[in-house]
């Protein structure tokens, strides 16, 4: 039910520090990553991966982006990810030592269900699933399976869910890391940042007011720009599938250092330009990108972490906390959650049935 939350969406949004606590419920103990959440032969699994194929569609997928960065940083292990309904028909080369990993919500997206059903009969390790729904078709179709715990979500645009995938998929970064030799202190803050993670959510959803007045900005605009790096990338193509899926205002998202390539022609005081960005290495790259679109007159709504928010020259600066490589693309989500829900409502569309669209793509 929604008691007074009025759509699902915004309710599924507030749930997300308790979506998030309950992924990690019985998952780290004594600073670690309990590894036999991956199966009791997890151990012998971690150490013969490889290399690491990740499968999904949608806000599924964009989570697999994000996991990309984590498994190649953290565990040294190539990873890539790709979209199921590709993925199926182009003839994929397996190496040795290559496990398949699915990420979905639903379980039941057919595209995912039939990629994961082919790579069955490819010489992977094994398949893990990051699922929502226990009893779904993907699970069982798993020889290993880490469940999301996000509860029921009912907005058909994803929000819990994706927090929650993003936890578990940091879960097993961090997990193959460890076997994989990852240092100790950057392992140890990387679980901390997991268990501290429920709180920051708390603290960032505070942002809610600002961005709903914010929101009013873009009732009348036709396009948007996101911009991202590093994991900050496949954050800004969540927050643009956000804002079309239920604003219907067309929204691209580009990694930064592309800008130059193309999309910057677009750029006018008419084009919002919206960039997430965290404290790491590439904020300098990032800032000056951000300096391109300033003098071309686009409007610049920056969501920045505390820590970098000083001399942007951004007409709208919304500070979020600090967050490391770990909670940081999960703190960014949140904001950009927020935003589109506001767009939306303020454009009276459907929030929670947005046109044209299911909540289980069970299709193909
Ligand atoms: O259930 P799944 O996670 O497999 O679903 C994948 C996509 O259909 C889904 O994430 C879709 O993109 C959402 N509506 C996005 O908000």
């Not at 990852?182 to 803050?189: E, H, N, P, Q, V």
């Not at 022609?265 to 919002?272: G, I, N, Q, S, T």
């Not at 972490?305 to 600066?317: F, I, N, S, W």
Request: aromatic share 6%; glycine share 8%; hydrophobic share 45%.
């Amino acid at each position: 039910q929604r008691g007074d939350y009025a759509h699902y969406m915004l309710k599924e949004i507030h749930e997300q520090s308790q979506a998030v606590a309950d992924t990690l419920e019985g998952r780290i103990a004594g600073g670690k990553v309990l590894t036999q959440i991956f199966g009791v032969e997890a151990e012998q699994l971690l150490a013969a991966t490889q290399a690491v194929h990740i499968i999904a569609c949608g806000t599924s997928y964009h989570a697999g982006l994000v996991a990309r960065y984590w498994i190649e940083q953290l565990a040294g292990v190539p990873c890539t990810t790709e979209i199921a309904s590709e993925y199926r028909y182009r003839d994929p080369v397996v190496r040795e030592g290559t496990l398949f990993l699915t990420i979905s919500q639903s379980g039941e997206t057919a595209d995912t269900l039939a990629a994961l059903k082919l790579a069955k009969q490819m010489p992977y390790l094994a398949q893990l699933a990051v699922c929502n729904v226990p009893e779904s078709s993907i699970v069982r179709e798993s020889s290993l399976v880490l469940m999301t715990r996000a509860g029921p979500e009912i907005g058909v645009a994803s929000t819990k869910a994706f927090t929650t995938q993003l936890v578990a998929l940091a879960l097993f970064a961090l997990a193959l890391g460890r076997v994989k030799g990852l240092d100790d202190a950057r392992y140890a803050d990387g679980v901390r940042q997991l268990e501290q993670l429920p709180g920051l959510i708390v603290e960032t959803l505070k942002l809610d007011a600002e961005i709903k007045t914010l929101a009013e900005r873009f009732t009348d605009k036709h396009h948007a720009l996101f911009l991202g790096r590093g994991t900050h990338w496949p954050v800004a193509m969540e927050g643009a599938l956000k804002l079309k899926e239920i604003s219907y205002i067309h929204a691209e998202a580009y990694a930064a250092g592309e800008l130059k390539h193309g999309p910057l022609a677009l750029v006018d005081e008419d084009m919002p330009v919206i960039a997430v960005a965290p404290n790491d290495r590439l904020i300098d790259k990032l800032k000056s990108n951000l300096e391109e679109v300033r003098a071309r007159g686009g409007q610049l709504y920056a969501f920045v972490d505390e820590t970098v928010a000083h001399g942007l020259d951004a007409a709208h600066v919304v500070i979020l906390p600090a967050a490391g490589e770990i909670a940081a693309p999960v703190i960014s989500t949140l904001p950009l959650q927020l935003l589109s829900y506001h767009v939306a409502v303020l454009r009276g569309t459907d929030v929670d049935q947005p046109r044209n669209l299911a909540k289980s793509v069970t299709v193909e």
